[in-house]
């Protein structure tokens, strides 16, 4: 299983209509290979449904809510983790508690609009764009292909 930290603000987004990639974002939340386990932090999903409950209307708020809690977990973002986001070379807050919630969780990446944000942080982490991530599921959707495939040879 593949684990994967969304960016509240990459689904909030699309969520909004405010990106050209709002399609492939959608898309790939529709779409996502079941080897890929995405994740977004608690902090994150209150942002997300702070703004989606303030839509005009407010049943297609809660039917895109409800629609993202079957796609997406939910990390707890404890005391721990902002402690050691405080001391994070990255200059976006927000940014470090995501960087050090995926890394505590042993996440495979972040996925993310904003690669900048990233910037400071040091090679060993990946940082994903929406291109990137549709690409690995793509590849996952094969790679499953040709293990059944060879399950069903005789």
């Known amino acids: 299983m593949i ?3 969304v960016d509240a603000d990459l689904i909030l987004e699309a969520l909004m209509n405010r990106n050209d990639f709002v399609g492939d974002v959608r898309g790939l939340l529709d779409k996502v290979n079941p080897s890929i386990q995405m994740y977004i932090t608690d ?3 209150q942002k997300i449904y702070a703004y989606t409950s303030r839509l005009q209307n407010t049943k297609i708020a809660e039917i895109v809510f409800n629609w993202l809690q079957d796609k997406i977990k939910i990390c707890t973002i404890d005391q721990n983790i902002l ?3 405080r ?4 200059k976006d807050f927000e940014s470090a508690v995501e960087l050090i919630c995926a890394e505590y969780q042993k996440m495979d990446a972040i996925v993310t ?3 900048n944000d990233f910037a400071e ?3 060993k982490f990946r940082i994903w764009s ?6 690995r599921a793509n590849l996952e959707s094969q790679l499953q292909l040709i293990s059944c495939n060879n399950n069903n040879k005789p």
């Open 3 to 5: 684990g994967i930290l």
């Open 121 to 123: 942080i040091p090679n």
């Open 113 to 115: 609009h904003k690669h």
């Open 87 to 90: 001391s994070s070379p990255l």
């Open 130 to 135: 929406v291109s990137d991530l549709w690409l």
């Open 83 to 85: 402690q050691q986001a």
């Open 43 to 45: 902090i994150g999903w």
